[in-house]
């Protein structure tokens, strides 16, 4: 009688509400992203090469492999399937554009962002710019907030966590007791 | 003790998450580009124009080595319009085959956009480096699938050191 009840209520608070934003903007972002890339893979590779950060052998296969990892790792966020990894890679890609972005800026670079947003359908440019940088710096906070302090819900792994969980309870309750 | 265990855990089922994806998405990226019609080949020798679609051909052409007194005979006769150094800035600007531009292997893409309207296409090019390098070839193979006549790619591979041994004009 005294039994505490199991809480099986879900809490849903200010971080689980910033988690579940974050996650859902960022990952439609990179979706979108990678799905011009993918529709484009010329503009991409070029785009790519303007950077002049990678070797001429390795552009091919980095303008190739980029926008599916950006794809796969943004429909990973969204339904919260393998979601500290997912957010992990979100993280390092977002760190390593940034930095990609800024070693043009400061060399004088005048070139397009290549980031693959309709940022043009809203009146912004697509050059490279410090404001790019700013955009990127606020989608890598939220890439950190998601790393580091969120609190994930409505996720695939939950779900999956939970079943198994309900799965084992049921089968220790099923087991005749021994004494 | 046992909370750092636990951190470490995670951090490694995090980082094993983060490999998995990676892989699968590369490898559908990879069956994806093998399926597409505008695929990108994973050899950027085969590629012909960067900006060109699957539709237009610039024809396939195969830079040519030459050897220094092949290369000093175009030179001396004025026939060369242009020597191209693929070697790094730095070692450029110590030293030079005289009238060269410098286009690093890296920076083969934005030198030559940069320069298309001012680069004939029936021009003779020589490309060089140092002595058992690769850069040059692989930026001659670069202008020749960018539309530059077959047989006008010459790649001097002896380097720039034999050309200097040899007397040959420097800059």
């Given at each position: 009688m005294n039994e505490k009840p199991v809480k099986d209520k879900i809490s849903f608070g200010v971080r689980e509400f910033f988690s579940l934003f974050f996650r859902i903007l960022l990952g439609l972002i990179f979706i979108y992203a990678s799905y011009s890339k993918i529709l484009n893979p010329y503009s991409f590779y070029r785009a790519t090469l303007e950077?002049?950060?990678?070797?001429l052998f390795a552009v091919p296969v980095f303008s190739i492999i980029l926008p599916w990892i950006e794809m796969f790792t943004g429909l990973c966020l969204i339904f919260g399937a393998l979601y500290r990894s997912s957010n992990l890679i979100f993280f390092v890609m977002l760190v390593v554009f940034e930095m990609g972005i800024i070693i043009n800026l400061l060399r004088g670079r005048n070139m397009?962002?290549?980031?693959?947003?309709?940022?043009d359908l809203i009146g912004?440019?697509?050059?490279?710019t410090w404001m790019t940088v700013l955009r990127d710096s606020v989608f890598i906070f939220m890439s950190a907030y998601l790393v580091f302090l969120s609190k994930p819900r409505f996720t695939l792994d939950r779900l999956l966590l939970r079943r198994k969980s309900a799965k084992k309870l049921a089968q220790s309750t099923d087991k005749p007791e021994t004494s | 003790m046992e909370k750092r265990n636990q951190n470490i855990s995670e951090f490694r089922q995090m980082v094993v998450g983060s490999v998995i994806i990676c892989i699968t998405a590369s490898f559908v990226g990879l069956l994806f580009n093998m399926a597409n019609p505008n695929r990108i080949p994973?050899?950027?020798?085969?590629?012909?124009?960067?900006?060109?679609?699957?539709?237009d051909d610039n024809g396939f052409c195969e830079p040519i080595p030459i050897f220094s007194d092949e290369a000093f005979e175009l030179f001396d006769a004025g026939d060369v319009t242009f020597f191209v150094d693929t070697r790094e800035k730095d070692k450029f600007a110590t030293g030079h085959i005289k009238g060269a531009l410098n286009v690093p292997s890296e920076k083969a893409y934005p030198v030559y956009k940069s320069l298309k309207s001012k680069l004939p296409k029936d021009g003779i090019y020589i490309f060089y480096c140092n002595e058992g390098c690769d850069s040059s070839m692989e930026v001659a193979y670069f202008f020749c699938h960018n539309g530059f006549t077959d047989g006008n790619?010459?790649?001097?591979?002896?380097g720039y050191e034999y050309w200097k041994e040899e007397g040959y004009p420097v800059e």
């Open positions: 950077y002049e950060l990678l070797p397009d962002c290549g980031c693959g947003l309709p940022l912004i440019s697509e050059k490279l | 994973l050899d950027y020798k085969k590629i012909a124009d960067p900006t060109a679609t699957a539709s790619i010459l790649v001097f591979e002896d």
